[in-house]
């Protein structure tokens, strides 16, 4: 193709005259008074010879490298079907679970303790993000109601340290597990486990607070007690119920009486599930702060 376009131009420029003034001479396209002689076919020519070009350079990419662009396309077009096909099976898989773990729950609404006990075990096995950790929970509670104390602090403590659960979950089992090991675990352990949760930015940074003033009176510094549940009274946004406790217990200790039995923390908005399942609050006292 470029061969042969290259004869026309030689051709055309061979029938010229030789006594023609040369392209060069004539006055600028356009000029204002002079006639326009450009040689248009030579133009249409030279254009063509350049598309020519253009397309052979193209056949010759795509004969070295049509076969790579090839595996790309299709990996890209299989990688959003896969996508799409994994995004379907995931939200099958969810609705699945979620109906599971309500009918763990109707079977512990109806007494079958032990029936919702196995279920609520398969999904914590089963190890699902935000299901696994509302079944340990809700078995920890089914463990509470069979006093089975050492079981249900076990799967408190699994549950605090599962990296998969949200940090949420994370920080409530952490607190349930202090509240039902009082008096069965060394008060300063106890004390130091819960110090992340005394940060001003946590969820359960109250109940933190006023566990960790009963684990300082039971170790008889009631000073620091009193420190700490001045905290929890200062807080704007303390309820008016945890801050009428703290105002008691601090007339207590300085009294210098004994610390009553701990308030049970609940799970805050933040900790509720999502829409699809339905989440009970572990089994706690019914005298619960509001966080």
Do not use: C
């Not at 030789?18 to 133009?43: F, I």
């Not at 052979?56 to 070295?64: C, R």
């Not at 945890?242 to 007339?251: G, P, Q």
């Amino acid at each position: 193709m470029f061969r042969r376009r290259t004869r026309e131009i030689e051709e055309i420029t061979l029938n010229q005259p030789k006594d023609a003034v040369p392209a060069s001479a004539w006055p600028a396209k356009g000029a204002k008074g002079k006639p326009d002689d450009t040689d248009h076919e030579l133009e249409g020519l030279m254009s063509e010879i350049e598309t020519d070009l253009r397309s052979d350079e193209f056949k010759k990419i795509w004969k070295q490298y049509g076969s790579v662009f090839t595996v790309l396309a299709v990996a890209v077009i299989m990688g959003v079907t896969g996508f799409q096909l994994y995004r379907q099976y995931d939200a099958r898989q969810h609705e699945a679970v979620a109906r599971r773990y309500e009918l763990a729950i109707a079977a512990q609404a109806d007494g079958k303790l032990d029936d919702a006990m196995a279920q609520f075990g398969a999904l914590v096995s089963e190890g699902r993000k935000g299901y696994g950790a509302l079944a340990r929970l809700s078995q920890a509670s089914l463990q509470l109601q069979k006093k089975d104390i050492d079981g249900a602090v076990a799967n408190y403590k699994a549950l605090a340290v599962d990296p998969k659960a949200d940090p949420v979950f994370r920080d409530l089992a952490v607190l349930l597990r202090v509240l039902h090991s009082l008096d069965r675990d060394d008060p300063k352990l106890l004390e130091a486990a819960l110090t992340p949760l005394t940060n001003p930015n946590n969820a359960f940074n109250l109940s933190a607070l006023e566990l960790s003033a009963l684990l300082a009176a039971k170790q008889g510094d009631s000073e620091r007690a009193i420190k700490t549940l001045t905290l929890i009274s200062a807080d704007p946004a303390t309820p008016a119920s945890m801050r009428e406790r703290a105002d008691d217990l601090t007339k207590l200790y300085q009294a210098g009486g004994m610390p009553p039995p701990p308030p049970a923390p609940t799970i805050p908005a933040a900790a509720a599930p999502t829409p699809s399942a339905v989440s009970p609050a572990p089994a706690a006292p019914p005298a619960a702060p509001k966080l």
